[in-house]
Nanobody, 125 residues
Framework: QLQLVESGGGLVQPGGSLRLSCAAS????????IGWFRQAPGKEREGVSC????????NYADSVKGRFTISRDNAKNTVYLQMNSLKPEDTAVYYC??????????????????WGQGTQVTVSS
């Protein structure tokens, strides 16, 4: 069974940090580009950051540039999202998604074949 499982979410104060992980099981991520998306209540799901299958190319939404870093360890079949200087507006459910047809650019969510169940990130004092 092909699965993506996110972890690492939680409650953090403004200015704090979290590292999200996206682990794959049932398939190898080597050939898949990965995207991190987020969805806040009442809002559409949006692309946060995406990475090519090799990890050599990355892309970030303007709202997170300079604060978030995406990386991957194909040997561990895992992709990470390091989130620093968190703001209340970063509060959302964060999802990872995989697709072998796309590159490092974040495509619309409907393009991605595989999704995790999401992990809640809450930034609040």
């Amino acid at each position: 069974q092909l699965q993506l499982v996110e972890s690492g979410g939680g409650l953090v104060q403004p200015g704090g940090s979290l590292r999200l992980s996206c682990a794959a099981s049932g398939f190898t991520l080597d050939y898949y580009a990965i995207g991190w998306f987020r969805q806040a209540p009442g809002k559409e799901r949006e692309g946060v950051s995406c990475i090519s299958n090799s990890g050599g190319s990355t892309n970030y939404a303007d709202s997170v540039k300079g604060r978030f870093t995406i990386s991957r360890d194909n040997a561990k079949n895992t992709v990470y999202l390091q989130m620093n200087s968190l703001k209340p507006e970063d509060t959302a459910v964060y999802y990872c998604a995989a697709d072998f047809r796309v590159g490092y650019v974040c495509y619309p969510p409907y393009v991605y074949d595989y999704w995790g169940q999401g992990t809640q990130v809450t930034v609040s004092s």
